[in-house]
């Protein structure tokens, strides 16, 4: 079992929808969760963070976080054609090891016009 | 925000030179970076840790000595692959936090091709 798993996508949804993406963790111990957009052939660029469970809004986005079922999600609220890109989710074991960051393989989300 | 500088962006090499990849925070103080690679269409993989002053943390799997990691004061991290193959080309990423409780930013990430 991976370590963090990605809905595999891709997944496409019309401008002005609502974008979902889901993200589950197999390490209960995990302290910190990141969203992350990647466009093609740059560097990620961090969208949120989330450590408490609940709901986590800033502007279009929204972190959801269920330690108890580890699972993390971004919903994207009014889709633009510009939020096209690669979402990582990643996860921070925390402890000695705070920073050290694991990703999954990541959703392709294309929102088209 | 906190910035991470890469550089250089992109670099070709032939087969057996050496390249060396700098990672800078520009306006904050990094005890610890983190050098990851990407290979396309694949996620982030996790190299190494490295802390300021002291020696890097290499994942498994990875050489440290063909991947030297140094970091020598609190704003720079260099990484450097030696004697680089085809197989190392990959789009080399740093990244940096602040104090314990920052998120981790990246760099721009450096493409490197060798032939």
């Known amino acids: 079992q991976k370590e963090v798993e990605q809905n595999s996508g891709p997944l496409s949804v019309p401008e002005g929808a609502i974008a979902s993406l889901n993200c589950t963790y197999s390490d209960r111990g995990s302290q910190s969760f990141f969203w992350y957009r990647q466009y093609s052939g740059k560097s990620p660029e961090l969208i949120m963070f989330i450590y408490s469970n609940g709901d986590k809004e800033d502007g279009r986005f929204t972190a959801q976080l269920n330690k108890a079922s580890q699972y993390v999600s971004l919903l994207i609220r009014d889709s633009q054609p510009s939020d096209s890109a690669t979402y990582l989710c990643a996860v921070n074991a925390g402890g000695t090891s705070y920073g050290k960051l694991t990703f999954g393989q990541g959703t392709i989300l294309t929102v088209h016009p | 925000g906190a910035v991470v500088s890469q550089h250089p962006s992109w670099v070709i090499c032939k087969s057996g030179t050496s390249v060396k990849i700098e990672c800078r925070s520009l306006?904050?103080?990094?005890?610890?970076m983190f050098w990851y690679r990407q290979f396309p269409k694949q996620s982030l993989m996790l190299m190494a840790t490295?802390?300021?002053?002291?020696?890097?943390?290499?994942e498994q799997g990875v050489e440290k000595d063909k991947f030297l990691i140094n970091h020598a004061s609190l704003t720079l991290s260099t990484l450097t692959v030696t004697s680089a193959h085809p197989e190392d080309s990959s789009f080399y990423i740093c990244?940096?936090?602040?104090?314990?409780?920052?998120?981790?930013?990246f760099g721009n990430g450096t493409r490197l091709t060798v032939t």
């Open positions: 490295s802390n300021e002053g002291s020696k890097a943390t290499y």
């Open positions: 306006d904050f103080q990094a005890t610890t």
């Open positions: 990244s940096a936090r602040g104090d314990a409780n920052s998120p981790l930013h």
